[in-house]
């Protein structure tokens, strides 16, 4: 009985809050996907007239200070050589499978606090609803950090190569400054 439970809970876990996590990362990479950087000047009667670097999305249309691109190219420099950006994603990585394994011990307990309250019912009905309580806001809790860092990288690198052809177009156009 205990080998049925530990592989079926084993099976469960690992099959669907996998399949959770990538549905959702996958949408919030589309959207990530669709926002694409451009760099414009601003031609108003307005008291700044600064450039601005405009964030164009399919619904949304923003602009922030032309100075986030000089912020992004000092960092850029100062931290070169420094990060590697193949070793921030094994890092994740090596955190996704601690995080992973942390809701298949989770859902483990779940199932076991149900199946011990069904054979001891003196455990009382208070503690098992605290418990499943807050089992399930842990696994809540571990399921949007596994999804925060299934989408981080994705997220920067999408910002390094936007911001890295902002400041490649700003090199080769310099009326642009």
């Given at each position: 009985?205990?080998l049925?439970?530990?592989?079926?809970?084993?099976?469960?876990?690992?099959?669907?809050?996998?399949?959770?996590?990538?549905?959702?990362?996958?949408?919030?990479?589309?959207?990530?996907?669709?926002?694409?950087?451009?760099?414009?000047?601003?031609?108003?009667?307005?008291?700044?007239?600064?450039?601005?670097?405009?964030?164009?999305?399919?619904?949304?249309?923003?602009?922030?200070?032309?100075?986030?691109?000089?912020?992004?190219?000092?960092?850029?420099?100062s931290?070169?050589?420094?990060?590697?950006?193949?070793?921030?994603?094994?890092?994740?990585?090596?955190?996704?499978?601690?995080?992973?394994?942390?809701?298949?011990?989770?859902?483990?307990?779940?199932?076991?606090?149900?199946?011990?309250?069904?054979?001891?019912?003196?455990?009382?009905?208070?503690?098992?609803i605290?418990?499943?309580?807050?089992?399930?806001?842990?696994?809540?809790?571990?399921?949007?950090?596994?999804?925060?860092?299934?989408?981080?990288?994705?997220?920067?690198?999408?910002?390094?190569?936007?911001?890295?052809?902002?400041?490649?177009?700003?090199?080769?156009?310099?009326?642009?400054?």
């Open positions: 009985m205990y049925i439970v530990y592989y079926a809970t084993s099976f469960i876990s690992s099959n669907i809050f996998p399949a959770i996590i990538l549905k959702k990362s996958l949408k919030y990479q589309d959207k990530i996907k669709r926002v694409n950087l451009k760099l414009e000047s601003v031609e108003s009667n307005e008291l700044t007239n600064e450039k601005l670097l405009t964030v164009q999305n399919i619904k949304n249309n923003f602009s922030i200070p032309n100075s986030f691109l000089d912020l992004y190219e000092y960092i850029s420099m931290l070169k050589g420094r990060i590697s950006f193949e070793k921030f994603i094994f890092e994740i990585n090596g955190d996704r499978n601690e995080i992973q394994s942390t809701l298949n011990l989770l859902f483990r307990a779940l199932i076991a606090i149900i199946i011990y309250f069904i054979k001891l019912p003196i455990i009382g009905i208070g503690l098992f605290f418990l499943i309580i807050t089992i399930i806001i842990l696994i809540i809790v571990f399921m949007c950090g596994l999804l925060i860092l299934k989408t981080l990288p994705y997220l920067i690198h999408k910002i390094k190569f936007e911001m890295d052809n902002l400041l490649e177009l700003r090199k080769n156009n310099p009326q642009t400054e």
